[in-house]
Each structure stands twice: as C-alpha cells, then as structure tokens.
C-alpha cells in the first residue's frame, strides 16, 4: 500500500488506509493546527532527527483505562510515603527536556527533534499538552507528558532520574485523570512496561469511535 506524501494542505487520510506497522503518511509540518487534527483522529507523529514527519496510527492500539491501573506491591509503600511529591504541570519544559535526554535502549537517538520539543511546548502554552512530574527535596527527578483532549489522554513520553520515579508520576496521573472523567490513555504502541501497569491492546476501529464520543469538536477550535 502506498504512503500518502502530505503537503501544506491541512488535512491525513483516513486511518485504515496505514501500513500494516501503522505508518500513514509522510510530510507536512508540526503546526498546532495540524498536531491537533492528528491527535483528534487517533494520529501522532514518530520520527528521527533528518527525516519528515511520519504520522501513526496502527492497529491494535495500546491503552489503558485510568481507573485500572496496576499497582505493584513493592510500588505500594512508596505511594503511600513521602519520598516523591506530586505536581501537574509546574515545569512542563524540563520534562519534556529530560524526556528528550534520556537514553533508549535499542536507539541511537532519540524521535524529540527541537521541532517536536518546541512543538510541544507551544501545545502546553495552549492548554493541550501537560506533565505530571515527581520531585524529591524539591528536584524533579521523574515524570511524563502527553495531550489532553476531552476524556482522552494521549500519553507522549517518560523518563526518571530515580527508581521508581516515572511509576509514581504515571500511577499518581492516573489516579487524578480518572478522578477529572478521563476515560482512555492512549500508550501508543505496546511495551511490557506499560503492560505491568495495565495497558492492554484495543482494535483501532474501537479506539477511533472512542475518540469520536469522548473529544467534543470544539476542542480543536479553542
């Protein structure tokens, strides 16, 4: 199946026209207006340092619902302790920093260019992008961020200076997504990590209808 090459014109083609690898198309830009209509219709971008953008939507998607999180036993005693403080939103700039800094097994780099970087942030400053961050004595020493639109909640990205670190930002979040009505974490694609916390795969035609009824389509016009 071909590739779809996209142009300035604001627009993707429908999601099962992607690869089997979930690969849908090729080119355009990282503007808000066109990462929001991504995002709406189930699409992220996922791409190197020198390529174009390439834009995802495979199928199974990997989610996980906020509600059935899994905690770990020996994650327990350190939610209930005061070793992390929680926060949301207090520096979203350094985690997608650190998100960007960390090295990934199996990867030479990493996909968060300086455009992704300062696309992203351009989404917080709107009001769509967010982090949730554990700090230790104050120092931000793990978290995430991903989009918000609706009840959905499109994770992006973690990393963690300390054990356990991203565990209790992503344990936490969820704790608070579910309590605000958010009803599906998009994870993306699979990883055993995610799995252990509770994502689980969905076929992508469910998750788009669940897109569909939990994104108003007003949310794209704020």
């Known amino acids: 199946m071909a590739t779809t090459i996209l ?8 999601v099962d026209k992607a690869r089997r690898d979930g690969l849908l198309a090729v080119g355009g830009d990282l503007s808000r207006e066109r990462l929001l209509l991504a995002y709406r219709n189930g699409i ?8 174009p953008p390439l834009w995802w939507c495979p199928n199974p998607r990997f989610v996980l619902r906020p509600e059935q999180v899994k905690v770990a036993n020996s994650m327990k005693p350190v939610l209930k ?10 520096d979203f700039r350094a985690v997608i920093e650190n998100c960007r800094a960390i ?12 455009a992704v970087l300062n ?5 917080h400053h709107a009001g769509y992008a967010h982090s949730a961050e554990a700090y230790n004595n104050g120092e931000l020493v793990g978290g995430l961020y991903g989009i918000r639109m609706g009840n ?45 916390l509770g ?5 992508r035609h469910l998750f788009i209808e669940l897109l569909n009824l939990e994104i108003p389509p007003e949310v794209c016009r704020r």
């Open 7 to 14: 142009t300035e014109r604001l627009w993707f083609p429908p």
């Open 44 to 51: 992220f971008p996922w791409y190197n340092e020198g390529e």
């Open 81 to 90: 302790s005061d070793k992390f403080e929680f926060e949301v939103n207090r």
């Open 103 to 114: 090295p990934r097994a199996g990867q030479g780099g990493t996909w968060i260019t300086g």
């Open 119 to 123: 696309a992203y942030t351009d989404l």
């Open 152 to 196: 959905i909640f499109f994770g992006e990205s973690m990393f963690a200076l300390a054990a356990n670190a991203s565990k209790f930002a992503f344990i936490s979040y969820c704790r608070q997504l579910h309590q605000e009505g958010v009803r599906l974490i998009d994870c993306q694609v699979y990883t055993a990590h995610l799995e252990r």
């Open 199 to 203: 994502a689980e795969r969905m076929p």
